[in-house]
Structures are given as C-alpha cells and as structure tokens.
C-alpha cells in the first residue's frame, strides 16, 4: 500500500494533526489497516507522484535524525536538513547542490550558489533557478562544508 500524496495534502489543509497521523503511521500495523480501509482515498496500490507536505518530510527527517543520534552516542544532529537522512531519497525527490562560502569562495565539488537565491533561505523557502521554482531543503552553514540544497516545488508541498 501506498500513500496518496495529493489526497494527503487535501486533507492537511483542513486538519494537520490527521494528515501527519495517516503520512505517518505504519501501514503494517493493525491501525495502520484499518486507516486505510476508512481513508481508502489516501492510499493506493501504484506510488502516486505529487506533492509530498514539508511537514511529514521534516518529520521523517527529525526521526531518523534521533535515531542516528542515539547511535552515535549523541553527535550527528543537524536539525532540519532534508538532505542529510535520506528522506528526500527515499521519497525520490531530486536535490542540487550549491557551495558557497562567507566571503564568496567556493569550496567543494559544487556549483557557486546564484544571485538570485538568498543564502539566509531556510528549509521551506521557495526560491527560483534558471526561470522554476525550488524549495530549500538544507542549508548547512554551520558544519564545515557551506552548502544550500534545493528540490523542484511542484515535489514538496510547502503549505502542508
């Protein structure tokens, strides 16, 4: 069974806490069955693309940000990267990379970050490259290696 992101979404608009519980809880499980027998609209048997809501993509990452933490005696906690856990991988929603640096040298293997996206953007900014829109799915200036990650917007609802 798979979730139905943009009947997801729909629903989070009215009402946040039940779109986290059913983009959140596990499927196999015997509440899991019986959600998707009564919210059979917000699951389906092929993987639906559309928009993923921001808010259960920070809260997978958030989960397996702990459970890292915790195996790694404590360190390793970056807060909302999306791109640090491998959420936006196992959702398999693209990310570009962009380096950059407090002074304007680059560092690493990627491409400067362009004028035209702000680098104070946080995790849920939108922003636009090359004529489309992005959302910002990590910024980590704060680690050593000074990189901003953007996913394309029509992936990642931001509003949900």
């Known amino acids: 069974m798979q979730r139905n992101w943009p009947a997801l979404c729909q629903i989070g608009a009215k009402n946040q806490l039940l779109m986290h519980l059913l983009a959140t809880v596990d499927l196999n499980t015997d509440i899991g069955k019986r959600l998707t027998r009564e919210f059979n609209e917000c699951f389906c048997v092929e993987p639906i693309k559309g928009p993923i809501p921001l808010s259960v993509l920070v809260y997978e990452n958030r989960e397996r940000a702990i459970k890292?933490?915790?195996?790694?005696?404590?360190?390793?906690?970056?807060g909302?990267?999306?791109?640090?856990?491998g959420v936006l991988d196992a959702h398999n929603i693209p990310y570009l990379y962009f380096g950059r640096t407090l002074d304007g040298e680059i560092s690493g293997p990627h491409p400067a970050l362009p004028p035209t996206i702000n680098?104070?953007?946080?995790?849920?900014?939108?922003?636009?490259?090359?004529?489309?829109?992005?959302?910002?799915?990590?910024?980590?200036?704060?680690?050593?290696?000074?990189?901003?990650?953007?996913?394309?917007?029509?992936?990642?609802?931001?509003?949900?």
């Open 68 to 78: 890292n933490r915790a195996e790694s005696g404590g360190s390793n906690f970056y």
């Open 80 to 85: 909302p990267l999306l791109d640090c856990w």
């Open 119 to 160: 680098s104070e953007s946080k995790t849920g900014d939108v922003v636009e490259y090359q004529g489309t829109k992005f959302v910002v799915v990590g910024n980590n200036d704060n680690r050593g290696v000074d990189e901003l990650a953007i996913s394309p917007l029509e992936l990642i609802d931001v509003s949900a």
